[in-house]
């Protein structure tokens, strides 16, 4: 096999794996960069896919079948809101720790999920997903066309929301209110700011997009339910953001380092390359440690008020 | 702008009250302020002039009390009500985003520049320019605040409280963090805006005071005591009135014994925050049973100095010579046993733990003493008889011993420090700003502890920028400038005139020859 070859395999496994993690990163960013961090992105992701792959799978022998994914990318999108919200009256209105909040939602998710799978469900069922959608065209451009244009409306969604979010975060006024309070609540407070109503939104929208990640693995990634389908990868997420220093680009960049890396370590499997297959797994992880450890420790961009909470008439 | 109903003509308080737990912070207070007219309001830490001005704006709720606007009752929830009404306030800590632009910072509060995912930023950028032209502030709107200097910054804060359409503006303590040539400069700024509106400042600087107000009202113990024009009162007796008796700020009535040499810097180079070199080859000499000050504008090196006084940052080269020992790149816990007292700049997270209770705070240096502590356990007994003495001691004001030192006011924040530090018994003292906002009648006492451990043989360095702390308590005084001693002058040769010319790097008028050799290797390194 040539070794333009491997890397086009690389590449094309690499982009369907990023999806997940981009989509959980960015919405954790805007919980972040509100002043929140929500480790129980992890959790949000369990419960958006379980009901991802839940709402078609149930609605397969209905006249409704035809908009099942639909509905269960809906179901999913609605439940991670939900668990924002959950979240922000724990962390916002009453002021509880948030890593501590957040770690309990994540078990929340996680066990939530799998009771609810077995009590409805049971054994291993997969569900028919979502097909790919080659862009006509551009997916015929040797090279790119097979990394980029041929995959499923999820993923196209997921590319497209970087440059969106940081048009969100940048260009809009709703965007300037969240850098405020994530950075300086009491400025934004003394501009006439609501700063717990601003992190409520920015935690439903965080939790909402955390839900997608969840139904992406499982209707198009797996195409199927399992309790460890998210694997860890909310936690993944909450670092990439670190990672990517509270930009919607260098999310992307991360996202994709990690997926780059992950894809390889299968790849290397499945050409049979001899190699500690246990070594190979841990390599995407180690990556992630070696680098926040490394990244510069520059905080001047970033949210300075983060995992504190807001209390206007607290004096000191 | 803003929908002003009418502009703000006239605000009047009546009967404000507003507890806080164990605490009465306004009992009652009565107040009206003008278009045209600066109304000047002083009193000590903790008198509750802050709490009122966040009562003004939304930000707490009086218990009891009415605000009225140009003579119609309002309540605001918050400080975008009262700005809707035309009042704005300068916070004594800056209400700025540091990693937003100055236009960012602005449009936060501009909601007509709101659009559906769109910003007009533009909008805001203009805003400020035509605000900034109009009362000669000059402001550039696409700076981060980040980059901004404090006197800059402070600038900012006016700019964005008249584009949110202020017309009374309330400034807390507007200065206390300005250099002596920036707050002249915001005094006469401030002069000249007065016309057009009704300002409240609130100040401990009764020349301040003096120089700007129309009207002053002084605050003590959250109630009014006292409503008067400023032409007709000396500040003298404003002081007295504000802290319930005369003050007269103690003078070092220098013997011009000298002592024996206690510390002595050596070729002292350190490295700032950012990697350069902030101090330079520093050397400076402390004998006991001196003041030694040191002048400077801020920003010349007096904090890393002070770091690396108590071990606090890494030294590149050069000695700190204490007792025989090179102190020089030690632990803080060695420079501490060697006999060095340090009051640090930064008093709510360098001198103290704020959860912490006052008597926890005032063993943190000596909880591991045999005094304070018996096989890993702490003799609680001791403790509370130690804060008990220190509190009567050092009139430490708090309900108890037990109290959150953090939520004491600066004054009292600064006399716990003051009393840890001193009952240790050191050698000598290195006090960074130890009377930077602080009230009056905290800062004579201040003055009178440090002038009594003169007298008993200890050595101060006293590091400051308020020129006439540093002129009635020292023996010396030394002018540091780009991280370099430029002048060490005899108190008694310093006036306030030389040692402005020394602390903005000018050659010495009094003694040319030596200064002009000194000014270009220090201005070289910058």
């Keep these: 096999m040539s070794a333009g070859l491997m890397i086009y395999n690389v590449l094309c496994l690499a982009v369907p794996f990023s999806v997940a993690l981009l989509l959980a990163a960015l919405g954790e960013n805007f919980n972040q960069r509100a002043g929140v961090f929500n480790l129980g992105c992890d959790g949000i992701m369990c419960m958006g896919a379980f009901l991802g792959f839940m709402v078609p799978f149930s609605l397969k022998a209905t006249p409704w079948a035809a908009?099942?994914?639909?509905?269960?990318?809906?179901?999913?999108?609605?439940?991670?809101?939900?668990?924002?919200?959950?979240?922000?009256?724990?962390?916002?209105?009453?002021?509880?720790?948030?890593?501590?909040?957040?770690?309990?939602?994540?078990?929340?998710?996680?066990?939530?999920?799998?009771?609810?799978?077995?009590?409805?469900?049971?054994?291993?069922?997969?569900?028919?997903?979502?097909?790919?959608?080659?862009?006509?065209?551009?997916?015929?451009?040797?090279?790119?066309?097979?990394?980029?244009?041929?995959h499923?409306?999820?993923?196209?969604?997921?590319?497209?929301?970087?440059?969106?979010?940081?048009?969100?975060?940048?260009?809009?006024?709703?965007?300037?209110?969240?850098?405020?309070?994530?950075?300086?609540?009491?400025?934004?407070?003394?501009?006439?700011?609501?700063?717990?109503?601003?992190?409520?939104?920015?935690?439903?929208?965080?939790?909402?997009?955390?839900?997608?990640?969840?139904?992406?693995?499982?209707?198009?990634?797996?195409?199927?339910?399992?309790?460890?389908?998210?694997?860890?990868?909310?936690?993944?997420?909450?670092?990439?953001?670190?990672?990517?220093?509270?930009?919607?680009?260098?999310?992307?960049?991360?996202?994709?380092?990690?997926?780059?890396?992950?894809?390889?370590q299968l790849s290397m499997q499945v050409w049979g390359i001899k190699f500690p297959y246990e070594f190979a797994v841990m390599l995407p992880y180690v990556l992630v440690i070696v680098v926040l450890a490394l990244a510069r420790k520059a905080r001047q961009l970033g949210p300075t008020d983060l995992g504190k909470p807001y209390n206007r008439e607290m004096r000191f | 702008m803003t929908p002003s109903l009418e502009p703000i003509s006239e605000l009047k308080l009546e009967g404000i009250t507003k507890r806080f737990p164990g605490v009465l912070a306004c009992d009652g207070i009565s107040l009206q302020v003008r278009r045209g007219e600066v109304l000047a309001l002083v009193g000590e830490n903790g008198a509750g002039k802050t709490t009122l001005m966040n009562i003004i704006m939304g930000l707490y709720r009086p218990d009891s009390g009415t605000i009225h606007v140009n003579g119609e009752e309002v309540h605001f929830h918050s400080p975008g009500d009262a700005y809707a009404r035309g009042i704005g306030m300068v916070h004594q800590h800056f209400m700025l985003v540091p990693n937003m632009t100055v236009a960012e910072n602005l449009a936060l509060g501009l909601k007509e520049l709101h659009h559906f995912m769109n910003l007009d930023i533009k909008g805001a950028a203009k805003r400020i320019r035509e605000v900034s032209e109009r009362y000669e502030l000059p402001v550039n709107p696409d700076a981060y605040i980040w980059q901004l200097s404090v006197g800059e910054q402070q600038r900012v804060e006016l700019v964005k409280t008249l584009c949110l359409g202020a017309r009374l503006l309330i400034l807390d303590e507007p200065t206390s963090a300005l250099t002596p040539q920036e707050t002249d400069d915001l005094i006469v700024r401030l002069q000249r805006m007065a016309s057009e509106l009704a300002i409240i400042f609130i100040s401990h600087k009764l020349n301040e005071v003096k120089a700007l107000s129309d009207r002053v009202s002084i605050l003590r113990h959250g109630a009014v005591v006292f409503n008067g024009q400023t032409a007709n009162h000396e500040p003298s007796e404003l002081a007295a009135l504000m802290t319930g008796h005369d003050v007269v700020l103690p003078r070092n009535e220098g013997s011009g014994i000298q002592g024996e040499p206690l510390l002595s810097v050596q070729n002292l180079c350190v490295r700032g925050d950012r990697g350069n070199l902030v101090l330079d080859g520093l050397s400076l000499e402390l004998r006991a049973g001196e003041v030694l000050g040191m002048a400077g504008v801020s920003g010349n090196g007096q904090r890393e100095f002070a770091d690396a006084l108590a071990g606090l940052r890494p030294v590149e080269s050069g000695q700190i010579l204490f007792g025989g020992k090179d102190l020089a790149n030690r632990t803080p816990r060695e420079i501490i046993h060697a006999g060095m007292?340090?009051?640090?700049?930064?008093?709510?997270?360098?001198?103290?733990?704020?959860?912490?209770?006052?008597?926890?705070?005032?063993?943190?240096?000596?909880?591991?003493?045999?005094?304070?502590s018996k096989m890993a356990f702490l003799r609680k007994k001791e403790?509370?008889?130690?804060?008990?003495?220190?509190?009567?001691?050092?009139?430490?004001?708090?309900?108890?011993t037990s109290t959150a030192?953090?939520?004491?006011?600066?004054?009292?924040?600064?006399?716990?420090?003051?009393?840890?530090?001193?009952?240790?018994?050191?050698?000598?003292?290195?006090?960074?700003?130890?009377?930077?906002?602080?009230?009056?009648?905290?800062q004579e006492f201040i003055h009178e502890q440090l002038l009594a451990r003169r007298r008993e043989g200890i050595?101060?360095?006293?590091?400051?920028?308020?020129?006439?702390?540093?002129?009635?308590?020292?023996?010396?005084?030394?002018?540091?400038?780009?991280?370099?001693?430029?002048?060490?002058?005899?108190?008694?040769?310093?006036?306030?005139?030389?040692?402005?010319?020394?602390?903005?790097?000018?050659?010495?008028?009094?003694?040319?020859?030596?200064a002009q050799a000194e000014v270009p290797a220090g201005a070289a390194h910058e």
């Design chain 1, 67 to 150: 908009y099942g994914n639909l509905l269960g990318i809906g179901a999913a999108l609605a439940v991670g809101a939900a668990m924002g919200v959950v979240f922000a009256l724990v962390t916002v209105t009453f002021r509880a720790s948030q890593g501590i909040a957040g770690i309990g939602l994540q078990m929340l998710g996680w066990g939530l999920a799998g009771t609810l799978f077995r009590h409805f469900v049971g054994g291993v069922t997969g569900v028919e997903g979502m097909a790919a959608i080659a862009i006509p065209g551009l997916s015929k451009i040797p090279f790119l066309g097979g990394v980029l244009f041929n």
């Design chain 1, 152 to 264: 499923n409306a999820l993923t196209y969604t997921a590319l497209l929301l970087v440059p969106a979010c940081w048009f969100l975060l940048y260009k809009t006024p709703w965007g300037l209110k969240v850098r405020a309070v994530g950075t300086h609540p009491r400025a934004a407070d003394t501009m006439g700011i609501h700063v717990d109503r601003i992190r409520y939104q920015a935690l439903m929208l965080g939790g909402a997009m955390a839900g997608l990640a969840g139904a992406y693995l499982s209707l198009c990634q797996a195409k199927m339910f399992s309790d460890d389908l998210v694997a860890g990868r909310g936690f993944i997420a909450v670092a990439l953001v670190y990672f990517g220093r509270w930009s919607p680009l260098g999310i992307l960049g991360g996202a994709l380092l990690f997926s780059i890396a992950q894809s390889f």
């Design chain 2, 341 to 372: 007292g340090y009051v640090p700049e930064d008093r709510q997270t360098e001198g103290i733990v704020p959860s912490f209770s006052v008597k926890d705070n005032l063993i943190l240096k000596d909880f591991a003493e045999p005094r304070f």
């Design chain 2, 383 to 400: 403790i509370d008889s130690n804060a008990e003495v220190l509190k009567e001691r050092f009139d430490i004001r708090c309900p108890s």
């Design chain 2, 405 to 442: 030192t953090g939520s004491l006011s600066g004054g009292n924040i600064q006399k716990v420090i003051l009393a840890r530090e001193i009952s240790r018994g050191p050698k000598a003292l290195v006090a960074v700003y130890p009377t930077r906002g602080i009230d009056m009648g905290a």
């Design chain 2, 459 to 514: 050595g101060i360095l006293l590091i400051s920028e308020e020129l006439e702390e540093v002129m009635n308590l020292s023996d010396r005084i030394a002018v540091i400038y780009k991280g370099k001693i430029l002048k060490v002058l005899p108190a008694v040769e310093a006036t306030r005139e030389r040692l402005g010319i020394l602390m903005a790097g000018l050659a010495d008028p009094d003694s040319p020859g030596d």
